[in-house]
């Protein structure tokens, strides 16, 4: 028989019929363990005729029995005593191993939930903006237009409206042009300008590009009109308005469903009105913003004309309060100018006027006519 010694662990055995707590050393030997008592006797207690009661669990001090109950009991404090026994025991570990697997079953049970957690965050950070950007991806155009037109309503109430058939015309020529001169589209672009003094503007899904006054005020020349409308028109294009109204809704539809509010659901459809609210992603932005630029100049319109609103909403030239729905809704970045000013600057072409023979300011800065 090998003996193989290993160290010393100092432990209590309790003989099952008295309260008796009797100190001991113990030695882990190659089939057992070897209990020496202060009275110089020794105790041997082969690993095949023991289970571990206690101690699987990581601080949980070591129990060890013996025999039927009332069994003998060994309790050792020292965690160690465990890899000792595997270390120096190896059948002996191969006998206590199902004490050994709950060890580690209980270590993946917290992974488990650890992992449940990460899963349910990864879902809620990643899998709902994901699942919402593959449902905007694959929606009919036609839907998206019928989406728009719900946000439309509320983003641009008829009442909140103005009409003014020169001013109609001028952005509709402008948006033609641009228009004409990009990759052919599923959208057509329609303007409504809403009487409101912050400098705004939003695209809806479907191609419905919303224009507040204060943003029209705003802008010095048609080329400048140009840049936003040719923005704006990209976030239609590449979808970013239907992506970010599906996250909102699936995200609040998600949070109703997990608090169990049923009357959420509702509250999140309604959400197509709050596009206003909505911030583009900054990807997205710089999306809008290239695309754009490579439109303006395929219609050979004024590139610097993009920048320089642009520089001048930065710099809050355009009235700081009024400009910050728009900065709120496309985070502007002096990278976002820097960007465009390179583009601009790369462009080689004799840009063709807009409007021409119209001043910009006469095409109507005021509301007219709300019908
Ligand atoms: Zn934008």
Redesign the pocket.
Known sequence: MRTRPSTTWPGFYYDGRTALRRPVTITVMATGLRMATEEDTFLWWPYEQLHLAQGALPGEQIRLERGPEPSETLVVSDEAFLSAIRAGAPAAARHLLPAFRRRHWAGLVLLAGAGAVIVGLAIYAWGIPALADLAAEQMPPAWEERLGQAALESLAPPNRRCADPRRDAALSEIVARLAAAGPGSAYTFRITVVDEPAVNAF?TPGGYLIIHLGLLQATQTPAEMAGVLA??MQ?VRHR?STRALFREISMRALLSLLVGDAGGLGQALETAGTLGELR?RRQ??ET??RDGMELLQAARVDPNGMVSFLRRLSRGESGAPRSQAYLS??PLTTERIKHLERMAAGARYTPIPLLQGVPWREIGMRCTAAP
């Open positions: 695209a923005h704006e976030h970013h583009y997205d932005e809008a913003d809704t496309h």
